[in-house]
Nanobody
Framework: QVQLVESGGGLVQAGGSLRLSCAAS????????MGWYRQAPGKQRELVAV???????NYVNSVKGRFTISRDNAKNTVYLQMNSLKPEDTAVYYC????????????WGRGTQVTVSS
């Protein structure tokens, strides 16, 4: 049974930082591209950051320079370090995994809420 379990969300003031974690089980983690998505109320879900099995990363423009995605293959865990948070970063953040294309991710976590107050 595949499980992706996010943690680390919470309430933070603008300018603050949070580190999200996503622990994976039931998949061959090393073979998977991992992504972090977010969905704000009334908005479509968007892909925020991606990391390949080889460690290559990509980010949506709105978070470049502020967010960092990383992975620890020994712990089957992917992280999202979020710095200089803004109120517009408020959303539910989801972890996703796929062996080929995280835009069509096969596996999803249940999400963790991030709220940034102004």
């Amino acid at each position: 049974q595949v499980q992706l379990v996010e943690s680390g969300g919470g309430l933070v003031q603008a300018g603050g930082s949070l580190r999200l974690s996503c622990a994976a089980s039931g998949i061959i983690f090393n073979n998977n591209i991992m992504g972090w998505y977010r969905q704000a109320p009334g908005k479509q879900r968007e892909l925020v950051a991606v990391i390949t099995s080889g460690g290559s990363t990509n980010y949506v423009n709105s978070v470049k320079g502020r967010f960092t995605i990383s992975r620890d293959n020994a712990k089957n865990t992917v992280y999202l370090q979020m710095n200089s948070l803004k109120p517009e970063d408020t959303a539910v953040y989801y972890c996703a995994a796929d062996t080929e294309n995280v835009l069509k991710a096969e596996y999803w976590g249940r999400g963790t809420q991030v709220t940034v107050s102004s």
